[in-house]
């Protein structure tokens, strides 16, 4: 099976929001293939952060598509908010939708509002089975390896086996891991089929920001190929 290419999504969470103009500039330059988004409303996770004005303004300047995660109870109120605001990819939670049926609802939404590539993300007690039925609607799926809500997490390899499953069952488009990425989490990822890597503190605390995204793209790239050898 012919996976996607290996994608470095670096979460703005763990960036200076003071300076969010040049922060995003600085990781475009460093090599951000995506810019990942963490929007949550206090309610599915406890935490907030940004929400449709600001990612609109991050839209505006922004040269890479954004990657927008959504950890908020009621993305059908907020789709149109959010793909107008920019969202090239827009992930909502699988336990929000609460059953395949709901889920297809809401990619319908996301779809009937011009959003290109719709994402499905489960949290990691969550079984990756609970998918099955809409795999075939979406673009993506988001395995999160820490519970939603901050930045800084420990990775949880438990985690590993869902993406297996995914792409066991033929599943061949993106499958992406956000929390707790870094230089010896990353590969274990990539081997198991990963190909859109998120990381926050991993890329916005690094001392050089190009080597480290340089660096989790060739160990993303040789651990694809030596579990393909
Ligand atoms: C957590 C967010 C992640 C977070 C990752 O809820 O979804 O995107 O920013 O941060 P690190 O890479 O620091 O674990
Ligand atoms: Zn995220």
Same mark, same amino acid.
């Given at each position: +099976?012919k996976?996607?290419?290996?994608? #470095?999504?670096?979460?703005?969470?763990?960036?200076?929001f003071?300076?969010?103009? *040049?922060?995003i500039?600085?990781v475009?330059?460093?090599? !951000?293939d995506?810019?990942?988004?963490?929007v +949550?409303?206090?309610?599915f996770?406890?935490?907030?952060?940004?929400?449709?004005?600001?990612?609109?303004?991050?839209?505006?300047?922004a040269a890479r598509?954004l990657d927008?995660h959504l950890?908020?109870?009621d993305?059908? =109120?907020y789709?149109?908010?959010? %793909?107008e605001?920019?969202?090239h990819v827009?992930t909502?939670?699988? &336990?929000? !939708?609460?059953?395949? $049926?709901?889920?297809? *609802? #809401?990619v319908? !939404?996301?779809r009937?509002?011009?959003?290109? &590539?719709?994402?499905?993300s489960? =949290?990691p007690?969550?079984?990756? *089975?609970?998918?099955a039925g #809409?795999?075939?609607?979406?673009?993506l799926v988001?395995? +999160?390896?820490?519970e939603?809500?901050f930045g800084?997490?420990?990775?949880?390899?438990?985690?590993?086996?869902k993406?297996?499953w995914l792409? &066991?069952?033929?599943f061949d =488009?993106?499958?992406e891991?956000?929390?707790?990425?870094n230089d010896?989490?990353?590969p274990l990822?990539? &081997? $198991?089929?990963?190909n859109?890597?998120? %990381?926050?503190s991993a #890329?916005?605390?690094?001392?050089d920001m190009a %080597?480290?995204?340089?660096g989790?793209? *060739?160990? $993303?790239e040789r $651990?694809r190929t030596?579990a393909?050898a």
């Amino acid at each position: +099976m012919k996976l996607p290419p290996n994608l #470095i999504s670096p979460s703005l969470l763990s960036c200076d929001f003071a300076k969010l103009a *040049e922060e995003i500039e600085r990781v475009e330059n460093a090599g !951000a293939d995506w810019l990942h988004v963490d929007v +949550m409303d206090g309610h599915f996770v406890p935490n907030m952060t940004i929400g449709p004005p600001v990612v609109e303004a991050i839209g505006k300047i922004a040269a890479r598509p954004l990657d927008v995660h959504l950890m908020i109870t009621d993305p059908l =109120k907020y789709a149109p908010d959010y %793909a107008e605001a920019g969202a090239h990819v827009l992930t909502f939670h699988y &336990e929000v !939708a609460g059953s395949t $049926a709901g889920a297809r *609802e #809401i990619v319908r !939404a996301f779809r009937g509002v011009g959003v290109r &590539e719709v994402g499905v993300s489960v =949290k990691p007690k969550t079984p990756v *089975e609970v998918l099955a039925g #809409i795999l075939d609607d979406v673009d993506l799926v988001l395995v +999160m390896s820490v519970e939603p809500g901050f930045g800084g997490q420990k990775f949880m390899p438990e985690v590993l086996s869902k993406v297996r499953w995914l792409r &066991e069952r033929g599943f061949d =488009k993106h499958v992406e891991m956000d929390g707790g990425l870094n230089d010896k989490t990353l590969p274990l990822c990539a &081997e $198991a089929g990963t190909n859109v890597f998120v %990381a926050g503190s991993a #890329i916005f605390g690094a001392v050089d920001m190009a %080597a480290t995204i340089r660096g989790f793209r *060739e160990s $993303a790239e040789r $651990a694809r190929t030596a579990a393909h050898a």
